[in-house]
């Protein structure tokens, strides 16, 4: 086992281990992260928003007589 | 969280809502490790489903007691709170299933383990997906409780999809 291996077994050992808290404790839990959580969020939102405005538009169909 | 509950069972008490049960990622937590969610969904069952503004008075309720709207949520404490009417016989069951729960000393419905995967798996977005397989992971629900509910909510086709994508090896 690698040490990057090694390192994410210790870290779903760890996450596993929340599971045991108490209900409240994990809404509390939850409650911490909440403002990263909402900084990640928006810096995706701003980041997709200047991705959008930076693709060119498709060409547009050329105009003509249209039928029904 | 807790000040969620209160008002919660307040609501009931009135007779605002029916029942309410909470779904989502805020009842998961109750069964599997915590995991990262910005709101709290809430089922509800309202006297007037038929009403175009079925929500009104769950809203009314919330700002006579300080709670204000913030887009579709009500906000309470650190919760923005989305109410969600029972929408499909699913959901339904899930209301009239739910369980108990204590929080922090007071009563809070919650929808029960088994129901909370069939309607992420009725849902079927990734994070959904996530959901189901944190329950299963977490053992508090079986493939075999799924595939039985899922079987009797019409959606036995999802569950074998879902089946065969995470579950096989």
Redesign the interface.
Known sequence: MTDVERLFERQALW??S??T?S??E??R???R??PT??AF?LQRERRTARDASATPAPPRAPSGPTRD | ??EVAVLLNAMRDSGVVIDYALFG??AQ??Y???????DADVLVAVPAPDRLDVLGSIYEFCRARGYDTEGESVRVG??PVQFVPVFSPLTQHALAAAET?D??GVPFRVVDPVHLAVIALSVGRARDFARVLALLE?EVVTPAQIAGLAAREGLTDAWEQFARRFLDD
Request: zero cysteines.
């Open positions: 996450q596993r929340r599971r808290l209900w409240p994990k809404i839990l939850a409650e992260i909440r959580v909402q969020r | 969280m807790r990622a805020a937590m109750r599997t490790e915590p995991v990262a969610t910005l650190t919760w729960a929080f922090d977490s």
